[in-house]
């Protein structure tokens, strides 16, 4: 939290004033974090920022086998021939969504990813748009049908097909004859992507064929050619599907070659329909890795599940057999994904080693709790809330904001139905006392059995109470620092100190705090000395004042060694949200996970309001733990954050905002 003039100012530094945009760990700069091994191919794809998908057919999607694979495996999903012309405009003018929205709602519904396939095929074509000869009437036509159906699904299509299978097999690198070709030439191509791109400009657009792989093809050349030409021109146009139908002997050594070349040309490349006959493991792990060497190649979709969902199950070329049981080829291509070479063939994997996903999406609740202001506290906002779930209750504890300054408020209630009708314990009638507190964190510490609120105060500050439950049962407030660390002083410039946050691992304890001026510093001491000790205060991580200002969370992730950070940025837009990183260490250097503006972790942009937009702001809060000790457990699945907003138009002196808390629940967990 900011308390703006509250704390006064700052003496200035000149290593301030450096402009700093990337993140540093000065202990430890070059040490690479530990990959996290995930035991799913979707989510181990995502370790490096890819999707791993598959191909899905409507009329399965009531085989419960098929559908846990599906549901447990993949993060993107091509519908197989749901969104094909003759499913959806099989007349003239009358459009049919209905299987392709049973596919999407159900991949929207779980946070996977959906490849729209495809808009302009020769083949899956009606008669009535095969006989047509008259240009117009063809463009007008294939215009109107990309334009009605990119519009429907609109927002909901990672990536479309934009023409599918355009070019002919064999030595002539030209295209093939199709009516598309015959009666409107071969810049048909181009007036696809076009109508395309003004149909729905936020989709990425893909040229999408098969025997693209081997880069020596006169195919191959044919299509590059035309990419090339795009690029140049500035047609628009932004991935290239491979589809990678394999015969046994898997892909073509120039496989990699053929991707990195496109993907020099600025597009990004995709597997978009991978199967291999009889499935070798070698050769899946070959198709996986020559995908993941290259930095565009952004994702691999399988043809089908099991081997009987494919449309060649003659040949067996799926990872999954008839049963839904694992094929050695399934391991290969999660070892070649960089996942874990512990999970069995044949077996269903353990779960325990989920990581977190590299996007994030939020449905959030109204505002749950607002200010109870009394005789002595005219409270204006509730803000900055930390949250243990103990004891079967809930037990927050928030600032409390007004025009007189800050101090800390307790509550619990076992539901979060009942938390605006808990009663409101102000702290400062505590030990803890009146004067500016504010920003609190509760832990429990196990070796001292004792709970810590950790709060600023113009120092580092913490109070401590055997029971949780008891809001007289707090410690006068102690600092834990002397003064303010020099590497503080040195770089806080205009700044404040704000937001202490202590978390553990089984050897030390470490306090980080922020700047409001794009520092995050660290402070280490051991368990055992803890609460004292607090020395070695470095710069664990630093961007612009704006990009990493205030409100960090550091976290252990529940059944991996990932830590997870999560720091509150001001967007362009003014609005409040959090960035986010992991680090295979506390003391590690971080790495971005979901951390720009258009890939945040919390964001107006990436949350939900079913029960209307009362906030654009998602600004200070706590992840609601899986335990509550000191070590700051956090689930890797299905994730709750619990944070202030407020309303879009208020606005005003700073501690005066009406700040209320809301609950994130995230609606794009996979496990
Ligand atoms: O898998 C699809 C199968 O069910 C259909 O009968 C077939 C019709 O042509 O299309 C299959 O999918 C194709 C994809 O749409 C484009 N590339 C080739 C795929 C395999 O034929």
Redesign the pocket.
Known sequence: MNPLKWLGRRRASVLALLAVTTLVTPAAATAAPDAVRASTLGAQAAQSGRYFGT?V?AGRLGDGTYTGILDREFNSVTP??EM?WDTIERSRGSFNFGPGDQIANRAAARGQRLRG??LV?H??LPSWVSSIRDANTLRGVMNNHITQVMNHYKGKVYAWDVV??AFADGGSGQMRSSVFRDVLGTGFIEEAFRSARSADPSAKLCY?D?NIENWSDAKTQGVYRMVRDFKARGVPIDCVGL?S?FGAGGPPSSFQTTLSNFAALGVDVQIT?LDIAQAPTAAYANTVRACMNVARCTGITV??IRDSD???SGENPLLFDRNGNKKPAYQSTLTALGGSAAAQTGAPSPRSAAALPSSFRWSSSGALIAPKPDATHNIAGIKDPSVVHYNGKYHVFASTASSAGYNLVYLSFSDWSQAGSATHHYLDRTAIGAGYRAAPQVFYNTQQRLWYLVYQTGNASYSTNPDISNPNGWSAPRNFYSSMPDIIKQNIGNGYWVDMWVICDSANCYLFSSDDNGHLYRSRTTVGQFPNGFTNTVIAAQDSKFAMFEASNVYKVQGSNQYLLLVEAIGSDGRRYFRSWTASSLAGSWSPLAASESNPFAKSSNVTFPAGTWTRDISHGEMIRAGYDQTLTIPACKLQYLYQGKDPNAGGDYNNLPWRLGLLTQSNSTC
């Open positions: 191909a057919a197989e021939n094909k396939h495809t095929w083949q899956q599918n299978e999408n098969y589809q139908h329909e043809w089908g494919s449309w060649h």
